[in-house]
């Protein structure tokens, strides 16, 4: 199957990932040729279309001889191009999908993301549009086979890439972290930054989007100013004190050892002002804010990786505060760098254990938690408006936002599994949240405290007033929103974007007022073209209809629902039990891989699939404890490696 | 004569914290801060993007001669009828390479389509090669301005960026008046700024480029450039004061907005554009781009009369359920008409504050004679059509300005098939800039 022949063809040798080689490119080359092709294929398949199922069945029960397994991998190809490459093929491809070119990159995983997305609109039959040349299923059935085979059940094993991202800089939260622990000045100085702006990942720490240009700088150059002007100054006239302190200075501020040469430089650069005129304090002043906008502060430089492409110790300390602390390393970290031995693996356990113990963790859980579930917006857009909704205050939205963070932070603390954040029995209350939104009576004062959850109604962060105001519509509830917020964030399985031809909820229905809403997306979803992929989507949310929009109990609405699969859900709770069982370990990998992403500032990778694949067993082994996946992250070899990308 | 135009303006800047300067076109308006003297005819390039696109019709001229020439706008577009002899309408423009929220904003100055995945464009955008071309004399090489953002998306990438420095840079963006003032007017200072301090933190970045591979430099490079852009901005600065410390009344009088975002919306944006329209008249830069509002907008415009809901839900109007993922949960319409003229009614208001910007254009005399409208070249348009159908044929775009005499305006042109990259080559061209290709285009907008 894999002929060197086809090196010589005209197009490049992107073949043999597919699986099925030359065959390709015959087909998508020879015009002519292809169509008699077609014409055989199809007529094979309208004819002895229970021979072929009767085949297709055999190919996945047994090992059949090649040749058969070969039909599949043929029919495969070819309906793609049949039913795609019309429109999906070639410069110009629709949608900026071009599925011909998909199957020339190598490995054929690369775009596995484009491969998901291809798969649920063939499921779903979202794809080809409706007035096209539809597929039979059975046809359909073999397209996903295919998808399954050479994408799916990609061999991974001679797959070895740490990834690589270019060096950045810190985000606008961690440089005011960082300054606080430097300087232990505690002010916003990054208020008038510019807004800092998100991509993929949907955190604002990837690498690819920490960009540092004109308009920034000159608001480092003014915080730098801000930042000095409030912090203690060294001085000292005691020389060997002062240079030690300087010393100190540096190191913490670059997060490395300070050569010899480059600390003379400073202190050359110190006298120079001196004799320009500056007075002691305003040298040491300007030595200061010129470390606050230099290059090697501002930017997290990784330069020492060795041949094998691990990161320097040093580098090792920086990721681990930038991931678990979103701020700069502190003493006992560089000193551990500087002895060589914060990789030690069980000095790296204790420190992982140490640092997520410390109160700073409180930047991971509130950088991470608040973009990962999008918490962070109640408050800001999320929102009503307070002359039309009293009780909606600025201290209930900033409870509801706490609620989840003091939540996930005691899961962490103690240790507890993953599980937890769906169906732990306590949560984070005061007097306002509890009586204006969960109609709990006995909770007085404004302090959030732990109680403990009686029912089994609100617990997780499903039941959190944060999480359901988010997966709303204004003061309405969206069992739509919540629903796709569930597939996307919670088990990374997001729905597909509604087909260009589907109209939204029809307007008759919509006046139907005798119907409750989830009669209506009931009838919604028995419209064929909408029903496959809202047959998965709104039971979901409908499960959570006793919950309002901002999470106030509902008793009379009705939320029961049954999924595609026939798994019924009777309310919030079989929801989650369904997450846990049925759906466990899509929650699982989703997490993983939210969580690697937040850690290495970057999208996962197809070359990060063998360490995202470790990991999820390491959980496994260890009862999905939340802090034995962050030790395994830090621990991967993504993150202790980096390596220019593979072209 | 200096000394006359410092006057001048100690009178326009005392006029007000709005910033509006009346016309007074007695004064030459030689910059002060411009490098050398403005040569006659400085041209400027200014682009305003909205969001959502525009519906319909609304975008066609009522009477057109034979020729072209416009006639009559339309009831949508009353507020630019007194301007009708300053604008070109293109009709049929579009985007090959993508369009929309989303891959339209990266795309509208670009052309060069968005990756998603990489977060990178495949060109920098016109605004960009234009401030290559006509920022080294300013003080600014180009400005970024964008109201601020409300709603899901108003961080999002993608919607926030139309210009791109490098491929793989885009540009941030001011809100805020008072920064937009202060970059123009109150160079950054401090410690940092020491001439000293500056040197030694470039040769720590020559060091440290030296230590890094070759795609890591690029982050070093970006680095170098804010530095270099900023000690060019010292220096620059260092002029513009001697020029101003000659009349100490002046100095006090330029209004500083004060912080923060005005609660008025309209007040918000005719800030933005007097800033705009100071910043082009003292030649603190020629190139400025100005985002209306991220690819996505929802905001409400119910300080309109008539007009309810979020911007982005009425550009899905043929919905009028008010119960669509788009739509807010509590607006509702009586039928997909008045659903959809209230779409239109968004489009018209910021016609009205596009006129506002034409009219204090106009009203500046230029010391070449011309007003500062005739020496602009002004590209106001969105990168989706109609916003309902995500309509990609027909880009709503107006085109406004004489660039320095070489525009003929007062015209609507229909050609098929342009690409709002051909109009940007033809841009940069009409500015003396001499490129043969931008983005995928080799090809001018014919008849321009």
């Known amino acids: 199957m894999r002929s060197s022949a086809n090196k010589t063809t005209q197009k490049p040798s992107g073949l043999e990932a597919c699986g099925s080689g030359n065959e390709l490119f015959e087909l998508v080359d020879t015009t002519k040729r292809n169509r008699i092709w077609n014409w055989e294929n199809r007529c094979e398949m309208n004819v002895s279309l229970t021979l072929c199922a009767v085949i297709w069945i055999c190919s996945l029960i047994f090992a059949l001889p090649v040749q058969a397994e070969e039909r599949v991998q043929k029919s495969g190809v070819a309906l793609f191009k049949q039913f795609c490459f019309d429109c999906h093929s070639g410069g110009s491809s629709e949608a900026g999908n071009d599925i011909e070119n998909l199957f020339l990159a190598k490995p054929i995983v690369k775009n596995r993301k484009s491969w998901n997305r291809i798969k649920q609109l063939i499921e779903y039959e979202t794809m080809p549009p409706s007035d096209y040349d539809q597929p039979s299923s059975y046809e359909r059935k073999l397209m996903l086979e295919w998808i399954q085979d050479n994408v799916d059940q990609f061999d991974y094993s001679t797959v070895k890439h740490p990834g690589w991202e270019p060096v950045r800089r810190m985000t606008h939260l961690e440089y005011n972290n960082t300054i606080r622990d430097l300087l232990g000045v505690k002010m916003n100085l990054v208020e008038k930054f510019p807004r800092e702006l998100v991509g993929n990942t949907g955190f604002e720490n990837s690498a690819n989007t920490l960009f540092l240009q004109p308009a920034l700088m000159e608001r480092y150059i003014a915080a730098a100013e801000r930042a000095t002007t409030a912090a203690n100054i060294f001085e000292s006239s005691d020389t060997h004190q002062f240079n030690n302190a300087l010393q100190q200075f540096l190191r913490r501020s670059y997060r490395r050892p300070i050569g010899k040469t480059e600390f003379e430089f400073y202190l050359e650069n110190l006298s120079k002002l001196k004799r320009q005129g500056a007075g002691d304090a305003e040298a040491i002043k300007g030595i200061m804010a010129g470390v606050l906008i230099s290059p090697d502060f501002l930017l997290r430089v990784e330069s020492n990786s060795d041949q094998s492409g691990k990161i320097s110790e040093h580098e090792l300390a920086t990721r681990l505060s930038y991931f678990l602390w979103a701020s700069m390393p502190d003493d006992e970290l560089l000193k551990l760098a500087d002895d060589g031995r914060l990789s030690e693996p069980t000095v790296l356990r204790q420190q992982v254990q140490r640092m997520l113990g410390d109160r700073k963790s409180a930047g991971f859980v509130e950088s991470f938690v608040g973009q990962w579930l999008s918490t962070r917006l109640v408050g800001k857009e999320i929102r009503l408006d307070p002359i039309d909704n009293a009780w909606c205050t600025d201290s209930l939205m900033q409870s509801m936002r706490i609620e989840t963070l003091m939540f996930v932070a005691a899961i962490i603390k103690e240790n507890r599994p993953i599980t937890d954040l769906i169906d732990a029995d306590f949560t984070y209350v005061n007097e306002e949240l509890a009586k204006t939104l969960y109609g709990f009576q006995s909770i007085r004062g404004n302090r959030m405290r732990r109680i403990q959850l009686k029912g089994r109604g609100r617990r997780g962060i499903l039941g959190h007033a944060s999480v359901l105001a988010v997966t709303s519509n204004h003061d309405e509830t969206s069992p739509i929103k919540r629903g796709a917020y569930v597939l996307d964030r919670i088990l990374g399985t997001p729905p597909p974007p509604p087909p260009p031809d589907v109209g939204e909820l029809d307007e008759e229905l919509i006046e139907n007022d005798r119907l409750s809403l989830a009669q209506k997306l009931r009838r919604h979803a028995a419209d064929k073209k909408c029903a496959s992929c809202h047959n998965t989507i709104d039971p979901i949310g409908i499960a959570l209809e006793k919950f309002g929009a901002y999470g106030r109990t509902r008793k009379w609405a009705a939320s029961t629902a049954t999924l595609a699969d026939g798994y019924e859900l009777r309310g919030a709770e079989d929801l989650r039990e369904y997450l846990l069982t049925q759906r466990r370990s899509d929650f699982v990998r989703n997490f993983v891989v939210r969580v690697m992403e937040y850690a290495l500032g970057r999208e996962t990778e197809y070359f990060d699939e063998p360490a995202i694949r470790k990991i999820i067993a390491e959980a496994n082994e260890n009862d999905l404890k939340i802090q034995s996946i962050v030790h395994s992250v830090v621990t991967s070899y993504p993150f202790q490696y980096r390596k220019e990308n593979p072209k | ?448």
């Not at chain 2, 990489?118 to 006509?134: F, K, P, Y």
């Not at chain 2, 030296?210 to 170098?224: C, H, I, S, T």
């Not at chain 2, 329209?277 to 830069?285: I, R, W, Y």
């Open chain 2, 1 to 448: 004569m200096r000394h006359r135009l410092i006057n001048r303006r100690a009178m326009l800047l005392s006029a007000g914290a709005s910033l509006s300067l009346p016309m007074l076109d007695i004064f030459s308006t030689k910059s002060a801060f411009a490098d050398s003297v403005v040569a006659d005819s400085t041209k400027r390039l200014v682009y305003l993007y909205f969001p959502n696109g525009a519906p319909e019709g609304t975008w066609s001229p009522k009477k057109v001669t034979r020729h072209g020439k416009l006639l009559e706008l339309n009831p949508w577009m009353s507020p630019l009828e007194p301007f009708k002899d300053d604008l070109i309408i293109p009709r049929g423009l579009w985007m090959p390479e993508g369009d929309g929220h989303h891959a339209g904003p990266p795309n509208w100055l670009t052309g060069r389509g968005f990756d998603d995945d990489r977060q990178r464009t495949g060109n920098l955008s016109v605004d960009q090669v234009a401030a290559e071309h006509l920022g080294r004399e300013t003080l600014l090489p180009s400005l970024e301005l964008s109201l601020k953002g409300e709603g899901f998306f108003s961080n999002s990438l993608p919607r926030n960026s139309i210009s791109w420095s490098k491929s793989h840079t885009p540009l941030p963006r001011e809100t805020e008046p008072q920064a937009v003032f202060d970059r123009m007017f109150r160079p950054p200072g401090g410690g940092a700024t020491n001439q000293t301090v500056l040197d030694g933190v470039l040769s720590q970045a020559r060091r440290l480029r030296k230590q890094l591979g070759r795609a890591d430099q690029r982050r070093v490079d970006e680095y170098f450039e804010s530095i270099r852009a900023l000690e060019k901005r010292i220096e620059f600065s260092k002029k513009q004061s001697s020029a101003l410390s000659t009349d100490k009344a002046l100095t006090d009088s330029l209004i500083r907005p004060v912080a923060g975002i005005p609660s008025s919306h309209e007040e918000y944006v005719r800030q933005m554009l007097d800033l705009l329209v100071l910043a082009l008249q003292t030649d603190a830069t020629r190139v400025i781009t100005f985002m209306l509002d991220h690819g996505q907008s929802n905001r409400y415009f119910n300080f309109i009369p008539g007009v309810r809901g979020t911007w982005h839900a009425l550009s899905h109007y043929s919905d009028a359920s008010g119960r669509t993922d788009d739509d807010d949960g509590k607006t509702r319409w009586r039928s997909v008409k008045e659903k959809r003229s209230m779409y239109a009614e968004v489009n018209r208001w910021h016609h009205a504050q596009f006129a506002y910007l034409l009219g204090r254009l106009k009203s500046i005399r230029e010391p070449d004679g011309r007003t500062l409208l005739d020496n602009c070249s002004i590209v106001y348009g969105s990168s989706l059509g109609d916003g309902d159908e995500h309509g990609n044929r027909d880009l709503p775009t107006i085109i406004a300005g004489g660039a320095g005499g070489n525009i003929r305006t007062g015209r609507q042109l229909k050609l098929k098939r342009q690409t709002m990259s051909s109009l940007h080559l033809s841009m940069l061209q009409k500015l003396g800039i001499e490129l043969d290709q931008f983005g995928a285009s080799r090809r001018t907008y014919s008849g321009l």
